[in-house]
């Protein structure tokens, strides 16, 4: 018999009632309220990491299983090597990155830390590809090394020091480099949207004050790992053609989705404004797509098979080969003379969040729920 704990509390990436998967119908207030996404007034969504907590609750109390493991739903308060102890497996979907943003401690990245370094139990995702992935200047590097297609990417350390004048100046000369007025920056860890920005060279150099405001609100940030400051050319047809974002299961292929985001909705407050799209062959039946307001578009399954080969090539540089879940997104285009236009990747993600409510091709939540009961009770 194994004990399982789940960490929930993101109350963000979620689901509304009226797509709940038939098992999550009749989930209780008392959990329900454990991790939901404030929508409007009087309306929420349910997070995605209780949603795979019930699944998993709801399934040890079937005969196959409750004699193979016992599941408990924890939150934050719960963070303790004294609690973490009592159990042989601890899933945080509440991770120190995000308990860090939640608290806006950065104390509590280095707290949470500590205690998944000398609990007894199992923590996944483990430490190493936690820290793995929140450095991306490193693993952009590293992948670029290994020959994966990945955007030209140069980094400034984010201090409390750090003013426009100097930051200016050094992307100018990245710009200057690319022959391009257009470029975007994001923080390191990031994550969210949260500093993403789209820049225009000779309006800043005009005014520096959006810069400014900018790099203040980049300050204030909790400090995690190593915090850079992420500075990418633009590429235009990041907002034309679908990211895709591959989802990965135990490090075999899930399924994919593909996403165009208005820019200018990320990194704001309230909802992102998102068109989404399935592959093909994974396009859900028209008895599925009837009740949706927005019909998703199809993916080439030519462009996902391409694709599945690049990402399945990833896992052997990563700490852990084979997570219960795992997400390599690649954007479009990089920008070379090849007549055929080349997807390059634009993030990997250990605890991506998962768009219940875009993923209507697929049960996500309860798929992610097998994933994880395959790595702990095998």
């Known amino acids: 018999m194994k ?8 109350k963000t990436d979620a689901i509304s009632i009226d797509n709940f998967p038939r098992w999550l119908q009749d989930i209780p207030d008392n959990i329900f309220n454990l991790s939901k996404e404030r929508w409007g007034k009087n309306e929420y969504g349910l997070a995605s990491d209780v949603g795979i907590a019930y699944y998993l609750l709801k399934k040890s109390f079937t005969p196959y299983y409750k ?14 090597k004294k609690i973490f102890d009592q159990f042989d497996y601890i899933i945080g979907l509440y991770d120190p990155y995000y308990y860090a943003l939640d608290t806006k401690i950065s104390e509590n990245y280095k707290k949470y830390n500590h205690i998944i370094q000398h609990t007894k139990a ?20 590293i992948l670029r090394n290994h020959g994966f297609p990945v955007l030209d990417t140069y980094s400034l350390k984010i201090t409390d020091k750090m003013n426009s004048t100097q930051v200016l100046q050094k992307i100018k000369i990245y710009c200057s480099r690319w022959n391009t007025n257009i470029f975007i920056t994001k923080p390191q860890p990031g994550g969210f949207g949260i500093g993403f920005k789209k820049w225009n060279l ?31 050319n633009f ?40 068109k989404y799209a ?24 030519k462009l996902i098979q391409h694709l599945k080969k690049i990402g399945s090539k990833i896992f052997h540089l990563l700490p852990e080969k084979n997570p219960f879940i ?24 250990y605890l991506p969040n998962i768009f219940p409510e875009y ?8 798929r992610v729920g097998d994933s994880i009961l395959k790595k702990t009770i095998k």
Request: glycine share 4%; charged share 25%; hydrophobic share 35%.
């Open 359 to 366: 993923n209507q091709h697929v049960d996500i939540m309860k």
């Open 235 to 274: 590429v235009p047809d990041f907002e034309q053609f679908y990211e895709i974002r591959t989802y990965w299961l135990c490090g075999k292929y899930s399924h994919s989705l593909g996403t165009i985001i208005d820019p200018l909705s990320l990194g704001t407050s309230g909802f992102e404004k998102v």
């Open 326 to 349: 795992f997400r390599i997104d690649f954007g479009c285009c990089l920008q070379n003379k090849n007549i055929c236009r080349d997807y390059f990747i634009s993030e990997i993600e």
């Open 3 to 10: 004990h399982i704990a789940i960490v929930v509390g993101i």
């Open 202 to 232: 000779e309006k800043l150099q005009k005014n520096y004050k959006p810069l400014n405001n900018y790099l203040q609100k980049i300050k204030e940030l909790p400090k995690i790992e190593a915090p850079y400051l992420l500075i990418q």
């Open 122 to 141: 199992i923590f996944y995702q483990s430490l190493a590809l936690q820290k793995f992935v929140l450095n991306k200047k490193l693993y952009l590097n």
């Open 67 to 80: 004699k193979k493991y016992t599941l408990t739903i924890l939150t934050k308060k719960d963070i303790s």
């Open 278 to 301: 399935y592959p093909k062959n994974e396009y859900p039946s028209d008895d599925i797509i009837e009740h949706m307001d927005n019909i998703p578009e199809i993916i080439d399954n």
